[in-house]
């Protein structure tokens, strides 16, 4: 077992790589002397992660994307999203594709919180952010045709779990934690968050 109490981690090696992906395996051994091989899928080449953006048009709404997730085979409704590129913080990231996706930059962005999504057999982080004083500038992005863009009262989330189409676990807990931020606010109101 290492110092820090965790399991020790022994050999690495990859097993099967993609243009956007990489599965290696590890070997470990635990604290009581079990050893054992698990793999999980790393990011190739995308060591900063991802940035997720709950974006407010205004204090009452947020911008969510409707886009093709070809892992399900079908369109979902999401919030606006993408890769941390070399050189960007988490900030500029979330500028950028808040400008990609949705055609709005963001005057002040802040992040919330860090997630994982399969944290037992993926490396994969996403970085929530709030981003509000949007005004309306939209970059070229990558995306493979253009996204419909939705505005919904943050408040009325279980309105949008009822949909078929809104089911992405990050984004369903992205819009609770940031409904919880801004009742946070509502009890004692900054006057330059708007």
Not at 21 to 29: G, M, R
Request: glycine share 8%; aromatic share 6%.
């Amino acid at each position: 077992m290492s110092p820090s109490g965790k399991p020790e981690i022994g050999r690495r090696r990859s097993i099967a790589r993609s243009r956007l992906f990489a599965v290696e395996a590890l070997e470990i051994e635990f604290s009581n002397g079990e050893q054992r091989t698990f793999e999980r899928l790393t990011s190739n080449g995308q060591g900063a992660g991802a940035v997720m953006i709950v974006a407010m048009p205004d204090p009452d709404h947020v911008l969510l994307i409707q886009e093709y997730a070809a892992g399900i085979e079908e369109y979902a409704l999401t919030l606006p999203k993408g890769v941390i590129d070399p050189g960007e913080d988490i900030v500029t990231a979330a500028n950028r594709e808040l400008r990609e996706e949705c055609g709005y930059g963001a005057r002040v962005i802040e992040p919330l919180i860090e997630l994982t999504l399969a944290p037992n057999y993926m490396t994969h982080r996403i970085h929530v952010v709030m981003a509000t004083q949007l005004y309306e500038e939209r970059l070229p992005g990558d995306e493979p045709e253009p996204l419909i863009v939705e505005k919904h009262a943050i408040e009325d989330i279980e309105a949008l779990l009822t949909r078929g189409d809104f089911h992405e676990g990050r984004a369903i807990a992205a819009l609770f934690i940031a409904r919880d931020r801004l009742r946070e606010r509502q009890a004692s109101p900054d006057p330059m968050f708007w």
